[in-house]
């Protein structure tokens, strides 16, 4: 199964969000230039419990890197997939969650969120040698935020059957709620692959006790300037429409959210449409000057009746 995003569409671009996602990748094509140095550099700059434990550790390290990779860690990545399914993770969630803090306050939720994530690893194995690095931390944090923010979200995730992509909608307080217990599970467990599951765990707890923290704390004087300015001009590419059939009616209706700019200038969605145990993924144009109300006719893509013959698909367009 693979998340392709989440059904609730965040209403302002995630400029801190995005940013983040973008010093990761950065800091990692910095780890890919240090060559034979790699070890050294993720050693200083990963956290090693041992660090803060062991006197005859500490003494390897200056006081400014002690004091750096409590964050800095969650910056390094093992490789690139681990990097790509950190980074995918906090696009999915991570915009929402901004949303619902701005800006501002997303940004230290997610500091501290990954801070103590890897004070949690720290406190779970004192003695540990080994470096931890990654955001996963970070990202459960957000992940528990968005968990209580958004329970009543789905996680659009593709299934690939052979050749056909099928789309499926996993409420997010299930989808999370599957993963968090998968985390418990393997830290109780012991388990294996070098993964900080305790790391995990402190993130998505302390995600949500910060969320309630960062919810209490005053936004900033420049929150309101920097939301109208980051206000989303288009919708998601990607839609999932329910149709709608009443009684015999032949011909399947529903409805499509698109903002006031794509309705005056056009645009064309994937429009994903479960009936039944079939998925279709259709792709609809929207032309331009298109009104509110307006009704696309999607011809012979209705139900098929017992003489043959095929209804239509009406969508409904709403301007959002």
Known sequence: MIPIRDTTPSKNYPIVNTAIIGLNILVYFVQLSQGAGLDRFIYTYGLVPAR???????????????????????????????????MWSLYIFGDNVEDRLGPFRYLVFYLLSGFASGLFHLL?????????????????????????????????????????????????????????????????????????????????????????IALKMPATSLSAPIKRVTTKKKSHRLQVVRPTSPGNDANLYGTLSITPTEAYQGSYKLVNVPWGFHKRLIRVTIPA???????????????????GKKGDFYLKIVIR
């Open 52 to 86: 803060y434990t062991i006197p005859e550790v500490t003494a390897y390290f200056t006081f400014g890197q002690q004091a750096l990779a409590p964050v800095s860690f969650m910056f390094l990545h093992g490789g690139f997939f681990h990097l790509l399914g950190n």
């Open 124 to 212: 779970s194995d004192t003695q540990s040698m080994v470096p931890t690095i990654g955001a996963s931390g970070a990202v459960a944090g957000v992940m528990g935020a968005y968990f209580i923010t958004y329970p009543n979200s789905k996680i659009l995730t593709l299934i690939p059957i052979i050749f056909i992509p099928w789309f499926v909608e996993i409420p997010a307080f299930i989808f999370i709620g599957i993963w968090f217990a998968m985390q418990l599970l393997s830290a109780v467990g012991g388990g294996s692959g070098g993964i900080a599951w305790w790391a995990h765990i402190g993130g998505f707890v302390f995600g949500i006790l910060f969320l309630k």
């Open 289 to 307: 000057g298109i009104s509110e109300g307006k009704k696309l006719k999607l011809k012979g893509l209705g139900k098929q009746m017992p003489d």
